[in-house]
């Protein structure tokens, strides 16, 4: 019973280095999330995906793309890393577009030294 | 520009006792409003939720309390217990949005 799978669970990145964060669930969902938590911030929404095929921007979608490659999975990418983007992402899903309750992974731990 | 404040970082309380956490919001567009749980290196956890034409919503020890005039929710636990120590988020739901946006949280102790 996997949910929402996150990979990988932890990266250390050099300033201007670039990744791709993945993520995939199970449960057949159409909406897809990502966002990031950082100390005193809460949960900021960075881009979201309301159908395969659709993506759009959330609050703080500087610096960031998103692909969604099917309706199971949902990559975040750093194409240029900055120290201002250590946070822990956290993809989420769920069944619908709207007012409905999110399913999340357990994150990415991301180090942009 | 924080649509969704919880003006409280921490609460402390004692087992056994109510807990209640508070949630403000600016948009008046926000018509789903819900409450999710997050321990320790773990992904926040859907917990209990409310539609704008409700005021009240109840699952087990945990209530929520929709006051839309002062665009206001609260969560009610009780009894309060050691398990329900964690950070709490409120979030909330613009009408035809896909966007939910959450606040900031809030650490909740219980003590023993």
């Known amino acids: 019973n996997a949910g929402v799978t996150q990979t990988p669970k932890f990266q250390v990145l050099k300033t201007g280095q670039s990744m791709t964060l993945q993520c995939a669930q199970d449960?057949?969902?159409?909406?897809m999330y990502w966002y990031r938590q950082d100390p005193g911030m809460g949960l900021r929404l960075i881009y979201y995906?309301?159908?395969?095929?659709?993506?759009d921007k959330g609050e703080v979608p500087n610096g960031y793309n998103v692909s969604r490659l099917n309706k199971r999975e949902f990559s975040l990418r750093l194409e240029s890393a900055a120290p201002s983007q250590t946070s822990v992402y956290f993809c989420?899903?769920?069944?619908?577009?709207?007012?409905?309750?999110?399913?999340f992974g357990s994150g990415t731990q991301l180090s942009v030294l | 520009d924080q649509q969704v404040k919880q003006n409280s970082p921490s609460l402390s309380v004692q087992e056994g006792r109510i807990s209640i956490l508070n949630c403000d919001y600016t948009?008046?567009?926000?018509?789903?409003f819900l409450w999710y749980k997050k321990y320790p290196a773990e992904g926040p956890t859907f917990l209990i939720s409310?539609?704008?034409?409700?005021d009240k919503n109840e699952d087990g020890r945990f209530t929520v309390f929709l006051n839309k005039s002062a665009k206001h929710l609260s969560l009610h636990i009780v009894p309060s217990q050691p398990g329900d120590s964690a950070v709490y988020f409120c979030?909330?739901?613009?009408?035809?949005?896909?966007?939910?946006?959450f606040g900031k949280g809030t650490r909740l102790h219980i003590l023993p």
């Open positions: 948009n008046s567009m926000f018509d789903y």
């Open positions: 995906s309301a159908s395969e095929g659709t993506t």
């Open positions: 409310i539609s704008s034409i409700k």
């Open positions: 449960m057949n969902h159409n909406s």
């Open positions: 989420a899903s769920s069944e619908t577009r709207t007012n409905e309750k999110l399913f």
């Open positions: 979030a909330a739901s613009p009408l035809g949005d896909d966007k939910i946006i």
